[in-house]
């Protein structure tokens, strides 16, 4: 086991490259980078000097969309010394090659450069903003999961009864029902909007959260985290719980179950001493793109709506701003969590079941 995590472990750096290197590539072709951004708005208000967003921000990233003072309407009129020290200041006076190789060796040290807009180092915005994702995805997911596997085994072992057609209905209206609207219901209901005021409305923590005790800043913790994480909760179960409820049917019809009901055993020893074991495998393998999607993208609606700043908001804003140290921090983050959690998800499989080997794989 421990060549084939080493073998994985090296066949990540080419993967990272490789995956830089594509988005890198497309960005190229993105229109309206930052210094069109900044030549739209110096032409909008007919300025003659640089935007103070643009001082000090130059990068060792970013698009190539940039500009010809003939060819470009947005730069008509301006000065190509004006246009030549942009470029100079968001570090696109590099070839394309160069600033990517600059990019990827500084990423290789941790070092993201600051943002375009916020003159903020990408690292400590990134910092900033991971309590709120990790706090959002962790305890709905482990909600989910703690839901969804026990309901999911009950609803296989009643198939077919009025419990499993109940069940079954409650699951594809949860279904039906998108996380972000589930999220308005609840702050209308229990978040002051038209009946209750229960619970806060924004924020992670109420702002004297640091002069509270601990078991005080548990519970304030927990009643700002109750409505959001509830939000992704409901929308999230229902697909788990019918995948485990499947997987264990098709286990249940298997020879090796009606041997073991055939020598005595409960039912509760049949369904957790053997079944589980294979029906679990098939619901582990989807468990690394769940965190990595609810950590970093199933929560950004969520995070908007009951105005908490995670790592979801942050790389949709920098999209939109074409904010390109934060684009391409994050993805280099997000990458490096998601093939790590896939690593973390290979190892598990020997755990459940030692059976599998990936080291004898042909």
Do not use: C
């Not at 029906?279 to 970093?296: E, N, R, T």
């Amino acid at each position: 086991m421990a060549n084939y995590i080493l073998k994985r472990i090296l066949l990540m750096i080419p993967t990272l490259f490789g995956i830089m290197l594509v988005n890198f590539i497309l960005v190229q072709f993105a229109p309206g980078g930052p210094i069109d951004q900044i030549i739209e708005q110096m032409s909008s208000t007919d300025s003659g000097t640089v935007s103070t967003r643009a001082t000090g921000a130059a990068s060792d990233m970013g698009s190539s969309s940039l500009v010809d003072g003939g060819n470009n309407p947005a730069a008509r009129g301006l000065d190509p010394e004006l246009l030549a020290e942009l470029e100079k200041q968001f570090g696109f006076d590099k070839p394309l090659h160069e600033r990517f190789f600059i990019m990827i060796w500084n990423y290789a040290t941790f070092d993201f450069g600051d943002s375009y807009y916020q003159d903020t180092p990408v690292v400590d915005l990134v910092l900033d903003r991971l309590p709120v994702s990790i706090s959002l995805g962790l305890w709905s997911l482990m909600l989910i999961y703690m839901i969804s596997i026990p309901l999911g085994v009950h609803k296989a072992v009643k198939d077919g009864t009025r419990f499993d057609i109940w069940t079954s209905a409650v699951i594809f209206v949860a279904y039906a029902i998108p996380g972000f609207l589930f999220a308005i219901i609840l702050i209308i209901v229990f978040a002051g909007g038209s009946y209750f005021d229960w619970f806060p409305l924004r924020g992670l923590v109420s702002d004297n959260w640091a002069e509270m005790s601990l078991p005080g800043k548990i519970r304030d913790y927990f009643w700002h985290l109750a409505l959001p994480i509830t939000s992704l909760t409901i929308g999230g179960f229902a697909t788990l719980t019918m995948l485990t409820k499947n997987s264990f049917l098709e286990e249940i019809s298997k020879q090796f179950v009606l041997t073991a009901r055939a020598k005595g055993l409960t039912e509760g020893q049949v369904m957790y001493g053997h079944v589980f074991r294979n029906a679990m495998l098939i619901v582990i393998a989807g468990f690394p793109a769940a965190l990595i999607g609810i950590l970093f993208t199933g929560s950004m609606l969520i995070e908007v709506i009951f105005s908490l700043n995670g790592i979801g908001l942050l790389g949709f804003e920098a999209v939109i701003t074409r904010d390109y140290p934060i684009m391409f921090g994050t993805l280099f983050v997000f990458t490096i969590f998601g093939l790590i959690l896939n690593l973390i998800g290979d190892i598990t499989y020997t755990l459940i079941d030692p059976r599998i080997d990936f080291e004898t794989r042909e």
